[in-house]
């Protein structure tokens, strides 16, 4: 688990802009939380440095409770921080607390700022490099965000899985219903799905890639 920030970098996060997430602070506090996954610097002119979800997240937790960031995922596309958007599986909550919709709600904001941010047109409505990177987590996050229940001790619900295929998920759901609502819900947030069909079982699942244009 990361080491939270110094009293230094907290001040400088609680002082970034409430909307934007833009951070003033010397060029090696703004360094430290860039290496700490706090922050990010923006790649164009006058390259101003913003909050990340993770930084966003440890701005509104109280400064006893701050979350600690989500280390750089390995292969596995695996995040071990305090959040982690909930992939469907027997080890997971069934069903979420009022805290817990919070965090998705604050992560999910996070996100689309970062899309603003990142992505060269500024464009919400499709997924930034962060989430090409972090296919998995990012799609369950989309469905979470949503509302849609992941699967969970006896309760089902969606499964988002890694696939061979380049920038691809798949996703599982109880029925056909849940499986059409999951489509819908990943496309509005910038995803390409299609239904497939495992060839060996007969199960339909969505193959989904984030879109580029």
């Known amino acids: 688990m990361v080491r939270p920030p110094t ?5 400088v996060i ?5 909307v934007t997430g833009r951070l003033r602070g010397t ?4 360094a430290a939380l860039v290496r700490r996954g706090l922050a990010f610097r923006h790649p164009r002119p006058p390259h101003d ?21 989500e280390p750089r995922p390995d292969g596995a596309d ?12 027997a080890e997971e ?3 979420p607390g009022p805290e817990r919709l919070r965090e998705v709600h604050s ?7 970062l899309r603003r941010m990142t992505n060269p047109d500024g464009a919400v409505d499709r997924p930034c490099g962060w989430e090409r990177t972090h296919l998995v987590r990012a799609a369950a996050l989309a469905l979470e965000a949503a509302g849609h229940r992941p699967a969970g001790g006896d309760a089902d619900g969606y499964r988002v899985r890694a696939t061979p ?14 499986l059409t609502a999951c489509a819908a819900t990943l496309e509005r947030a910038g995803w390409q799905p299609g239904e497939c069909t495992e060839p060996r079982t007969g199960v339909r699942y969505l193959l989904a890639s984030p879109r580029r244009v």
């Open 165 to 178: 295929q380049p920038e691809a998920v798949a996703v599982y759901a109880p029925d056909t219903g849940a």
């Open 49 to 69: 440095h913003f909050l990340t979800p993770a930084g966003h997240r440890i701005r509104e937790a109280p400064p006893e409770r701050a979350p600690a960031v």
């Open 27 to 30: 060029e090696a506090q703004l």
């Open 93 to 95: 909550p069934a069903l």
């Open 78 to 89: 695996r995040d071990d921080g305090v959040f982690t958007a909930r992939v469907g599986g």
């Open 14 to 18: 609680d002082a970034a802009d409430p």
């Open 107 to 113: 992560a999910w904001q996070g996100l689309l700022e």
């Open 7 to 11: 009293a230094a970098q907290r001040r």
